[in-house]
């Protein structure tokens, strides 16, 4: 990587204003490098090793930003859209001057662990279909997952082109079921599994998802139908165009609500609201690089 640079340049990566307005500061005297007042903006300087201080603030230099962003429904995974709010709209100016990127996509009704970077080969080393980077969904879906499911998923299914996805690991987490089929299950003799829970607290706990305000109407029609609904976990090794919804399709169950929990050794920081982000910890960044190793090295 090169390691020195203009001045001026260093300033406007880092967002201190536009290159014009940054040659006239520093003709002003407003920078020193090193201790030295210095008057021209085209100076070369190492932004690592030098010392630069704009009007008497420490400029720490960095050319890369990771981030972690809870997306919320309604935003495309994009950096620029003609139509619709992109999620590089939720972070400030002083991050989007570095150019990130939603590292891979998820669907424009999906919330949850959105990475963005601007860091190209982490990206590509996430997404790489050869290193099978996990990433965990937890979904609501109409209808019971059972057994069956999980079998079928843990082997392969078969999407609508034909292709036929890596093992995945579905989970059961809870379920909810119109009181009637309760009431049916109990009269047969059939014990309510030890997670279910009652169609009032599905609602109330569906009701904490804002995403599912979007998507009341679909969820009210299962529950209004008398269908149960299944709040499921899903961790796959690939990521596929609407993997997860086309896998339920594929075995007869309509995804009503999306949200990634996890990306490799990542969780999704849940004290981030949906909209919310924040950058990545030096840990959680070395984390991120070192299981890409611990991949690379597994094959
Ligand atoms: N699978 C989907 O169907 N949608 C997403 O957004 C992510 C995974």
Redesign the pocket.
Known sequence: MKSKMRLDKMLGNLGYGTRSGLKALVRQGAVTVNGVRVKDPGMQIDPHADEVMLEGERIVYRDTVYVMLHKPAGFVSATEDNRDHTVLELLPEDLRVFSPFPVG???KD?EGLLLLTNDGKLSHDLLSPRKHVPKT?QALVAGHVGSEDIATFATGVTLDDGYVTLPAALRMLAEAKPEANLEADGAAGIEPEASSFTLEEAIARLDSFPALGANRTSWREAVDAGEPLSWIELTIAEGKY?????MFEAVGKK?LY?R?SGMGPLPLDETLAPGEWRELTEDELERLRSYKKTEEQTQ
């Open positions: 996509r998820l669907d999906t969904y609407h993997q997860v919804k086309r995804v999306l990634r």
